[in-house]
């Protein structure tokens, strides 16, 4: 139990363009999602923490307009990269907490974006 | 905010020895501490975790010890087998809906010695 993916698991695009990432819990209900950036050999930091149905919080220095969190039902959340450059190359992993659970987070294998 | 800190960075273990991995917290409101195992290119997988009512947990061949009072907790691993290297991260939170995100330490990178 308690498994969450994501899609796609790579993607390469051109500079300017912009990306989609999903998040998904299999087997449980999400009211909380993480979403987590981590550049080679170093470590996750939270980029936003978002609650189904409401708006992200997005943690300091994080641009919200450049990236665009929804969680839209309790299994999904999706992440925007939006007008990606170089310097947004990075693993980008999400998280999930389930329903009623506290703490506990659930992590995805992670969507390794490079942008050209 | 909270701060996380880990070491060693790197640790080399011989097949069979144990492995300890430190980290120390500063805000004494922290009060869940788990740990994660990434292997390279995947996503981190939770090993263990422990809460402050709690000094010490085991779970076969790792455990891990909690000091509230010195704000740090530790990893162990005994009996190290190979397919134990990968690259291990401490985290706290707060136990609150709603604010309850993760602090992660910087990563220490383990390898078993065959």
């Known amino acids: 139990g308690a498994v969450v993916s994501q899609h796609p698991s790579r993607v390469i695009c051109k500079s300017g363009t912009s990306v989609k990432i999903e998040c998904r819990s299999l087997d449980f209900q999400a009211t909380t999602m993480f979403w987590y950036r981590q550049f080679p050999k170093q470590s996750l930091m939270l980029m936003a923490t978002?609650?189904?149905?409401?708006?992200?919080?997005?943690e300091q220095g994080v641009e919200k307009d450049k990236f665009l969190i929804n969680h839209a039902s309790l299994t999904l959340s999706t992440l925007t990269v939006t007008s990606a450059h170089p310097e947004d190359s990075s693993f980008y992993i999400c998280?999930?907490?389930?329903?009623?659970?506290?703490?506990?987070?659930?992590f995805g294998p992670g969507t390794r974006l490079t942008v050209l | 905010g909270e701060n996380v800190e880990q070491h060693p960075s790197t640790l080399s273990v011989q097949e069979g020895d144990s492995a300890v991995i430190k980290c120390t917290y500063s805000d004494s409101a922290s009060n869940y501490f788990p740990w994660y195992k990434q292997e390279l290119g995947k996503g981190p997988q939770l090993i263990i975790d422990i809460r402050s009512n709690v000094g010490e947990k085991k779970d076969q061949r790792i455990a891990v010890t909690l000091n509230k009072t010195a704000k740090h907790f530790s990893l162990h691993i005994t009996e190290t087998q190979p397919e134990d290297s990968a690259v291990y991260f401490c985290a706290a939170s707060i136990s609150n809906f709603g604010n309850e995100k993760l602090t992660f330490g910087t990563g220490t990178r383990l390898t078993i010695i065959p």
């Open positions: 978002s609650n189904e149905g409401s708006k992200a919080t997005y």
């Open positions: 998280s999930a907490r389930e329903r009623g659970v506290m703490n506990e987070q659930f």
